[in-house]
C-alpha cells in the first residue's frame, strides 16, 4: 500500500493550532478512505478524524469536532488535519492512516497502512 509521510507537528501553546500534513506514495490513493489517530503516553490510540475516498464525506471523534477540520488532496496524494483552539489534552503522537476501504465511517476497522507518527505538544 506504500508509505505515508507525516509533518506538521510541534510545540503550541493552548488555544493556538497546527496543521498536520501526511503525504503517501504507492497504491491508489483516490481509491481509499484516509484518517487521522492519535497516542497519548500511557493511552491506547484513538480515531481523532477520518475522510472518504471522494473527499465528500468526514468523521469526527466527539473530543475535537467543531476544533479539528481534515481535508484531502487526490491530486496531490495528500490529507491534512488542521487544528484549531488545541488544549493540553490534545497532546499525543499524530498519526495517518490509509483505509482498505473507500468509506471513511469504516475506516476504524479496515486500516490498510500507518505512518511514523508526528509529535503534537500543547502547553498550558
Known amino acids: 500500500q506504500g508509505q505515508l509521510v507525516e509533518s506538521g507537528g510541534g510545540l503550541v501553546q493552548a488555544g493556538g493550532s497546527l496543521r498536520l500534513s501526511c503525504a503517501a506514495s504507492?497504491?491508489?490513493?483516490?481509491?481509499?478512505?484516509m484518517g487521522w489517530f492519535r497516542q497519548a503516553p500511557g493511552k491506547v490510540r484513538e480515531f481523532v478524524a477520518s475522510?472518504?475516498?471522494?473527499?465528500?464525506?468526514?468523521y469526527y471523534a466527539d473530543s475535537v469536532k467543531g476544533r479539528f477540520t481534515i481535508s484531502r488532496d487526490n491530486a496531490k496524494n495528500t490529507v491534512d488535519l488542521q487544528m484549531n483552539s488545541l488544549k493540553p489534552e490534545d497532546t499525543a503522537v499524530y498519526y495517518c492512516a490509509r483505509g482498505l476501504v473507500p468509506s471513511g465511517s469504516r475506516l476504524k476497522e479496515f486500516v490498510g497502512s500507518w505512518g511514523q507518527g508526528t509529535q503534537v505538544t500543547v502547553s498550558s
Open positions: 475522510i472518504n475516498s471522494s473527499g465528500r464525506s468526514t
Open positions: 504507492g497504491g491508489t490513493f483516490s481509491s481509499y478512505a
